[in-house]
C-alpha cells in the first residue's frame, strides 16, 4: 500500500480507552506520528515513534494518558488512549516522517483518517 491506514476509532464514553491502528505504507520512512483535528482546529501533533527504535514523544495534552507503540514484526504503530475526555474528540492521523518530528510539515504521507467522539 502506498498510504498509511488507520482503524480502531468510534464512539465512547468519556473516562473509557480506545486503541488505534495504523497499518504502514510500504515506503521507507524514519518515523510514524499520530496527529488529530477537532471541527473548527488545525490539525495538531499528538503522538510519535521512531520506527524501529525505542524514541516516543507524545503531546503535553496527551501525556500520561495515550500511549505509541510499534509492532515492526507486522508494519503497525498503535496509539492507546486511556482516561478520554471530550476534548479529544477529533479525526485522528496516521503519517509518515523521514525525520523524527512533532512538525505537521515534516510528515509527507498521511492515511485517511479516523474519527473518535468521546461523549460526557
Known amino acids: 500500500q502506498v498510504q498509511p491506514v488507520e482503524s480502531g476509532g468510534g464512539l465512547v464514553q468519556a473516562g473509557g480507552s480506545l486503541r488505534l491502528s495504523c497499518a504502514v505504507s510500504g515506503r521507507t520512512f524514519y518515523s510514524v506520528g499520530w496527529f488529530r483535528q477537532a471541527p473548527g482546529k488545525e490539525r495538531e501533533f499528538v503522538a510519535t515513534v521512531r520506527w524501529s527504535g525505542s524514541n516516543t514523544t507524545v503531546a503535553h495534552s496527551v501525556a500520561g494518558r495515550f500511549t505509541i507503540s510499534e509492532d515492526f514484526a507486522n508494519k503497525m504503530v498503535y496509539l492507546q488512549m486511556n482516561s478520554l475526555r471530550p476534548e479529544d474528540t477529533a479525526v485522528y492521523y496516521c503519517?509518515?516522517?523521514?525525520?523524527?518530528?512533532?512538525?505537521?510539515?515534516?510528515?509527507?504521507?498521511w492515511g485517511q483518517g479516523t474519527q473518535v467522539t468521546v461523549s460526557s
Open positions: 503519517a509518515e516522517s523521514h525525520r523524527y518530528s512533532a512538525r505537521r510539515e515534516d510528515y509527507l504521507y
